[in-house]
């Protein structure tokens, strides 16, 4: 990845970013006391794909009211930072995250009763809480095995429920399509609650609170890249490596709660334009795989548990960034 590609311009008003009437934030970097906090040149995720299962994991034992979650929380280790970032109004952005791409099978289900909706948003058929389907590509329809959908049908839970798709609970709704023999699952997701799950698949989310918020930025930024230049027309992004780690709730806890919502609408920019925020594991698979360009997570948190704040830990891997609440304008989201 060049320098070119890690800043991207659009003039066109459609996909324009605006932003609110905060001032932005110039970032500062720490003064590095590591190598494994050094300073890298300039911007990719790391991780594993989820495995897709026959069979979905019982409902996760999560309260209906979510940002409560603490059943995978661990304490983080406190920092010196101090939380000083306004909070924003949601940036309303429906991120599209392919979550099983080209599978011959998949199994789906709901934690509560399951609606079936045509792509028109007329009912089809509810589907009983917490009974697995699997599911087959059948030409232009999809086999749920005791009956056939058309094509492109969606997958909802009613209120305080959650869709499962594989071995994975997600937030949301699920758009399924058949193409032809193999099938393509979408979860359809506000932006920011995606994060709560990035953040803690790419993250271990008992890492300092400061760390966690620089990977918030972050993964928002490179999120905001794919939403502007998705990879197709049916989705934005997709879960695995070649994109960012996306576990729906397993994913969660109430630290990467705390990171984006302390984050919320904050993206890094560099002369007006929205950086492509690549990240790795550490400073060593940077330089190996992207010439250095990006955040060590690993870098990320020997500078937190040093006391640096995320400011100064997103000025260190960003050099000459600028930490700006954004949202998206209506004419940007009308047809996304």
Known sequence: MTLTNTLLRFSNLRYSLIPLLAAPTLLLPAIPTSDSASVPKQNVVS????????????QPSIKPTSPSITATAKTHTKTKSKVAAPLHKPTDVKLKVAIAINVESLAVGTSTTGIIRDEAGKVLRSLPAGVPFN?????????????????????????????????????????LISRGSTLLAVNYVNLETYLYSVVGS????????????????????????????????????????????????SGEASSTYTAVELTRGQILTAQGSLVDAWYADTQETSDRAHDGKGMSQHGAKDLARQGYDYTHILGTYYPGSTLTPIQISAVARGDR
Do not use: C
Request: hydrophobic share 40%.
């Open 135 to 175: 599911l087959q590509a059948s030409g232009n329809e999809i086999d749920f095995g005791v009956w056939k959908s058309p094509n492109g049908v969606w997958l909802e839970a009613t209120p305080g429920g959650y869709v499962g798709v594989g071995e994975h609970w997600y937030r949301g709704k699920v758009k």
């Open 47 to 58: 991780v594993s794909p989820p495995s897709q299962s026959s069979q979905i994991s019982p």
């Open 202 to 249: 790419e993250m271990p989310s008992f890492w300092p609170i400061d760390a966690l918020k620089a990977q918030a930025v972050a993964a928002r930024s490179y999120a905001l890249v794919r939403y502007l230049k998705p990879a197709n027309s049916l989705y934005h992004i997709g879960t695995t490596q070649a994109w960012q780690v996306y576990k729906g709730l």
